[in-house]
């Protein structure tokens, strides 16, 4: 909510329409504390449907990975299971088991070398998930650290400068010092460069990104192995991979079956994804699992006997909702691997129509085109304009009710500005012609400009 709307908010009280209010009913309501009196539960709704109306049309929304488009009876599958608590594992035994058959199947579709040895568990999105990941890469170096009597003080942990910012959270929460390579034009990702002036003894790990935020592409994870593979030739020093494949790792297994970057990777040690997004479930739902259930270690894992039974649990919340684990399952059993191929195939598709119709305005240049996942990102040729810039085009997109973030790329390319779109199930290829109209005419409207606009609400876009 812009800064000025958020201000109006938390002043006076939210009106009730006559038409909804019941008779005798207040037709105020304080805004920020609990009214007195209760409300009618279909007033109450009406108010709350009327304002969460004014979010917009979440499938125009082009900046998010998060599925915004579900079968209806995946709906009513979450709807029943929207009284299911995750952690009771114990009292609903059959979703515990749906869970871990979910996480099997990834534990395949991800080439676990040994299914019986790979381990995993759902989280609430890749947030928790990338947590989990790295605090296993921690305490397994702080383990090995204590057991040759070394320092443990100070792990460090490689990654891209176009992480997202869940990487920097988990190295400020938990002590961590973040190593960034930073991405340039000529290595538009982390692709093993250089990587030897980044790793030493107090390296915890290297994160692979499988579909950066800023623009979808995929890190070479086989080129990142290869190089921490020759590191350890020199060095002696044996550095392990997590894939952070948030997006990627539910379209690469479908798209690009041939590509090496999951557990075919020995260093690969473990893999996220979200479930919630190119797992096309709605939000929220991660998942996390390992190779081997001896790179998490075990004093990592809690039993809580409070639950009945004695339940192990690897997470950082402890109540989370279940219905999204029951949609996975319906989504793994619904689509089969051909119907995932045809799902992301088809969001490939317009992505790429549209990276093409982009891509050919003259005002334009892609920075990337639709080649892993379903998601591209684009900038102003050098030179043009000067009255607007993709700040501009992202307003009057708004106005049309698209949302197409425009946002600065990391660090040392941050005087580049992209703008981004991705491609989710449920943007169809109509709705696609009609963005490209709706760009040509934004794009037409802004180089009539003879100045710049005033200046816009440029609020930070947050990958
Ligand atoms: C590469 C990457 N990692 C992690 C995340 C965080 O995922 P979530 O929103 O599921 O917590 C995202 C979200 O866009 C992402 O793109």
């Not at 209760?38 to 709704?45: G, I, N």
């Not at 709807?79 to 088991?97: F, G, H, Q, R, V």
Request: hydrophobic share 40%; charged share 25%.
């Amino acid at each position: 909510m812009p800064h000025n709307n958020r201000e109006r908010d938390l002043r006076g009280d939210v009106d009730v329409n006559p038409l909804f209010a019941r008779p005798g009913e207040l037709r105020s309501r304080p805004r920020t504390r609990l009214a007195d009196l209760p409300m009618l539960p279909e007033t109450a709704y009406q108010v709350v449907h009327d304002e969460a109306m004014l979010d917009g049309n979440a499938r125009l929304n082009l900046a998010t990975f998060v599925g915004t488009w579900m079968d209806d009876q995946a709906r009513r599958l979450y709807l029943e299971a929207s009284d299911k608590n995750m952690i009771d594992k114990d009292e609903y035994p059959s979703t515990a088991a749906i869970e871990e058959r979910c996480w099997r199947i990834l534990a395949d579709l991800w080439h676990a070398p040994d299914q019986e040895r790979a381990i995993g568990c759902s989280t609430i999105g890749s947030s928790e998930a990338c947590m989990l990941g790295g605090l296993a890469f921690k305490r397994r170096w702080q383990e090995a650290r204590r057991a040759a009597g070394k320092p443990t003080d100070r792990p460090n942990l490689v990654m891209s400068s176009a992480v997202q910012v869940v990487w920097e959270k988990f190295c400020n929460y938990w002590d961590v010092e973040p190593r960034f390579v930073p991405i340039t034009e000529e290595h538009r990702t982390l692709d093993g460069a250089n990587l030897k002036s980044y790793v030493d003894e107090n390296t915890i790990g290297v994160v692979s990104i499988l579909g950066v935020t800023y623009t979808g592409m995929y890190e070479p994870v086989l080129k990142v192995s290869r190089a921490l593979d020759e590191i350890q030739h020199e060095t002696g020093l044996d550095i392990p991979i997590h894939v952070d494949g948030a997006s990627g790792a539910m379209i690469a297994p479908f798209l690009q079956p041939h590509l090496e970057w999951d557990f075919r990777v020995p260093r690969v040690a473990s893999i996220n994804t979200s479930g919630h997004k190119y797992g096309l479930v709605n939000p929220g739902l991660g998942w996390v699992l390992w190779r081997d259930r001896d790179l998490l270690p075990e004093s990592l894992v809690f039993k809580v006997s409070y639950l009945g039974g004695d339940m192990p649990t690897f997470a950082l919340n402890f109540s989370r909702p279940a219905a999204q684990v029951l949609v996975q399952y319906f989504q793994f059993l619904r689509l089969g691997r051909l119907g995932y191929h045809e799902v992301q195939k088809a969001s490939m598709e317009v992505a790429k129509y549209l990276a093409d119709r982009i891509g050919a305005m003259e005002c334009f240049e892609l920075w990337n085109d639709a080649d892993d996942i379903p998601v591209f990102a684009w900038r102003q040729k050098p030179g043009y304009g000067p009255n607007w810039t993709l700040y501009d085009v992202s307003d009057r997109l708004r106005m049309k009710g698209w949302l197409v973030p425009a946002y600065p790329m990391p660090d040392n390319l941050s005087d580049t500005v992209v703008q981004r779109v991705v491609v989710r199930n449920g943007m169809s290829m109509d709705l696609a012609t009609n963005l490209v109209a709706d760009i040509e005419e934004t794009v037409a409207y802004l180089d009539k400009l003879t100045q710049p606009l005033p200046d816009a609400d440029r609020s930070v876009f947050h990958h």
